[in-house]
């Protein structure tokens, strides 16, 4: 990188390009994040800027490569054995027992002591001194300058002496503290071994006891645990029991409120089919009076009719008759008149005529005159009367057709249900003829693809398709069925062995147009019966089976069961 | 029945594990880790570290083995504030540092050793000589701008760390982390220079 980046840049400006290049190695270098952007543009732009953090980089990789060579160290492992020792011993210390293995650490292997023997260069000293007099005195003259160089190294020695001495003092000194310590350290040793002693034969005679303890708990234990392992076993085997039973009482439970549910169904569908029964032979007698009635009423307005007829006839001849007469007497009466007045006249000529004879002839005029008014008035009121009558007739034919057309209605209504009723008991009939014998169904369901058959026949026969319900629920097993006539016309028959195995049939035929009814209830003596109509057909379900039971299923299937389509 | 016990290690946790024979209980206790574990566990930072300072193993080694005899005897001392082995690392930096300068007092030359660079057989020279050279700039940076550098790099404190630590400011923090970088970086150019001639 060229000096000239380096001036280029101020500290500070170098210091936030550091801090960028450091934040980019995860690092936690403060930069806002204005001066972040700044320095990101910067580097984008300036060559000398990108220069400057290629070389930090640069840098920053050789400095963790050093750092990765030299990581590649190892541990000394007695050091690290030392430094653990070192922790052993602090840890025995802080649980105040102190072993009498003390490993105070040391950097350095403890250096020699140095306890040097001054002895010799005492002795030395000595015979140097000894020596130096002995010469000193034997040869005061000669020696004088040796004497005085003796006395130098002399005082040098005795300097050095003296040194020395103190040393020794002061390392005698050191040495009587160490011995001191160290004795006092023995005699604590000595105590801590016997008090070490002491604890472990207590802690022998504890763990002695221990033992037997623990074997006398373990023995209880033993003895509790098979206790407990049975005594759980028993409680399992009671809560097994305990949960069998309470999903005994549960299905019980489940089973009688099936149970009340459906016996309130049923008898509310009995009720109901006893309603419907009753509202219909209600309307069956009510058909029937209306019938009479209409029958009667009928009877009266021909009977009315003829007399009107009659009447009407002979009114019809009187009042011909009468307008006859009228005519006549109209005729006569102008005869007379003319005849009079001829007379009159000839009388009043003839004046012969007399009062009396001309009063009678004005008092015949008179009584012609007002016998013709009153046959008048008599032909105007037979006239209105034939009017009146003609009305009250066609009344009376207007009533007559209303009353044919609800006879009819009537008639097809009560010919419908005697012929329901020849059907029922001709179902009956079969029912009765063929239950409990080998030939009970025509198809059987244990044939292969039985079912199939049995369906196929009905449609062959019926013209329609009729599936077989599934009426297990109920309890009712599907064995077969059949077809057979009443009155010429088939009649197809699914036959069910119920509970106790007892033929029950459904049954049906086409029957009127749309018709939908029931369903209604009958019994035969001993055999129950579900009837309705519904899309054109006509079903029954017939059998042994308890009335409110048999009349649920048939509610259900007059509800369900296929249109016949 | 009886209770086995287990260890495992973290930094400063020892997760003991307690458990029966028939191992179908177990109980756990955590305590704190002997402060003596931490100083091993920290022996090859440590020792990392020492050689950069005083960029020669048989020193490093002198060096580590005084600051474990320093450390273990002042453990009462440890407050458990801050940082183990920062703790440890100032007692290293001391050591060395009073080291140096009675080595400077004595003129003694500082020569980085060849011996740091592990021998790993490379097939560069020039690599090794990169190595050597950015030893030698090192020295270039002043002990504790380097110190707080090595802090960084070594041992993965924060910038907040070491501001804590050093009592400084995070910018003034920054400034001495960037005068270091720089500091090398001018060191490494003019070494360069020379062998470029």
């Given at each position: ?565 | ?48 570290h ?33 940082r183990?082995d920062g703790?440890?690392i ?57 110190s707080a550098l090595m802090k960084l790099k070594i041992h993965g404190n924060s910038?907040?760390e070491l501001?804590?630590e050093y ?31």
């Amino acid at each position: 990188m060229s000096v000239q980046a380096e001036t280029e840049f101020s500290d500070e400006l170098m210091e936030k390009i550091v801090a960028y290049v450091e934040r980019e190695e995860g690092r936690d270098a403060p930069l806002s994040a204005e001066d972040e952007a700044m320095v990101r543009k910067l580097l984008e732009t300036n060559p000398a800027a990108q220069a400057l953090a290629d070389d930090l980089r640069s840098t920053n990789a050789r400095l963790s490569d050093l750092f990765e060579t030299s990581t590649e160290v190892e541990v000394p492992e007695h050091l690290a054995t030392m430094i653990r020792a070192h922790g052993a011993l602090r840890t025995e210390r802080e649980g105040g027992r102190a072993t009498g293995k003390v490993i105070p650490f040391r950097a350095e292997p403890e250096p020699a002591k140095r306890t040097r023997s001054y002895a010799p260069l005492a002795a030395a000293a000595s015979i140097a001194l000894v020596l130096a007099g002995g010469g000193l005195l034997y040869q005061n003259t000669v020696f004088d300058q040796e004497r005085q160089q003796f006395q130098a190294e002399l005082a040098g020695a005795e300097t050095t002496l003296a040194e020395r001495v103190t040393e020794l003092q002061q390392l005698q000194t050191e040495q009587a503290t160490q011995e001191r310590r160290l004795a006092s350290l023995a005699d604590e040793n000595g105590e801590l071994g016997q008090q070490i002693a002491a604890a472990e034969a207590e802690r022998d005679q504890l763990a002695g006891e221990l033992e037997s303890a623990q074997a006398a708990v373990d023995s209880a234990l033993a003895s509790a645990d098979a206790d407990r392992e049975a005594l759980l076993a028993d409680v399992a085997d009671l809560n097994s029991q305990l949960t069998t039973k309470q999903q005994q009482v549960g299905d019980l439970t489940a089973e009688l409120t099936s149970t009340v549910d459906q016996a309130r169904a049923t008898t509310a569908s009995l009720e109901q089919l006893r309603d419907d029964h009753q509202a219909l032979e209600t309307r069956v007698a009510t058909l029937g009076s209306d019938n009479r009635n209409l029958t009667e009423r009928l009877s009266a307005t021909e009977d009315i009719l003829a007399a009107v007829e009659q009447q009407n006839t002979t009114l019809v001849a009187a009042a011909s008759q009468a307008e006859d007469a009228m005519r006549v007497a109209q005729a006569e009466a102008e005869t007379a008149r003319s005849q009079f007045e001829l007379e009159k006249l000839a009388l009043g000529e003839a004046l012969g005529v007399s009062d009396q004879e001309l009063a009678e002839a004005d008092r015949r005029t008179t009584e012609l005159a007002t016998e013709r008014d009153a046959l008048a008035g008599q032909i105007e009121q037979s006239s209105e009367r034939i009017a009146a009558l003609e009305d009250d007739l066609d009344g009376a034919l207007g009533e007559l057709v209303s009353s044919r057309s609800t006879n009819d209605q009537l008639a097809a209504e009560t010919e419908q249900l005697r012929e329901q009723g020849s059907w029922l008991n001709q179902v009956v009939g079969y029912h009765r003829l063929y239950a409990g014998t080998p030939r009970e169904v025509e198809v059987s369901a244990a044939e292969q693809e039985g079912q199939q058959a049995l369906t196929n026949w009905f449609k062959s026969m019926l013209g329609r398709n009729f599936s077989v319900p599934d009426l297990s629920a109920a309890g009712l097993t599907f064995v077969g069925g059949r077809v057979f006539a009443v009155n010429g016309i088939p009649t197809g028959q699914i036959a069910y062995h119920d509970r106790q195995g007892q033929l029950t049939g459904f049954c049906f035929k086409p029957g009127s147009e749309d018709q939908e009814s029931g369903p209604t209830f009958r019994q035969d003596d001993d055999l129950n019966l579900i009837s309705w109509q519904k899309n054109g057909i006509d079903y029954v379900l017939v059998g042994w089976m308890d009335p409110a039971e048999l009349g649920l299923i048939g509610t259900q299937l007059q509800r369900n069961y296929g249109e016949g389509i | 029945m009886s209770w086995k016990r287990q260890h495992v290690c973290d930094d400063c946790l020892v997760l003991v594990v307690w458990q029966k024979d028939d191992m179908a209980e177990t109980k756990k206790e955590e305590r704190p880790l002997p402060l003596e574990e931490r100083l091993v566990a920290l022996l090859p930072k440590l020792i990392t570290h020492a050689r950069m300072l005083t960029r020669s193993k048989l020193t490093a080694e002198d060096l580590v083995r005084s600051t474990c005899a320093r450390v273990l005897d002042r453990l009462d001392q440890w407050q458990s504030t801050g940082r183990f082995d920062g703790w440890v690392i100032r007692i290293t930096e001391s050591i060395w540092f009073n080291e140096r300068r009675q080595k400077r007092q004595r003129q003694e030359q500082e020569l980085p050793d060849p011996d740091l660079i592990a021998d790993r057989g490379f097939e560069s020279q020039t690599y090794a000589r990169l190595m050597l050279d950015m030893l030698r700039a090192c020295h270039a940076v002043s002990d504790e701008d380097f110190s707080a550098l090595m802090k960084l790099k070594i041992h993965g404190n924060s910038y907040r760390e070491l501001a804590d630590e050093y009592g400084d400011s995070m910018g003034t923090m920054s400034s001495r982390i960037s005068r270091a970088w720089l500091a090398l970086q001018t060191a490494l150019k003019n070494l360069d220079r020379e062998r470029a001639g």
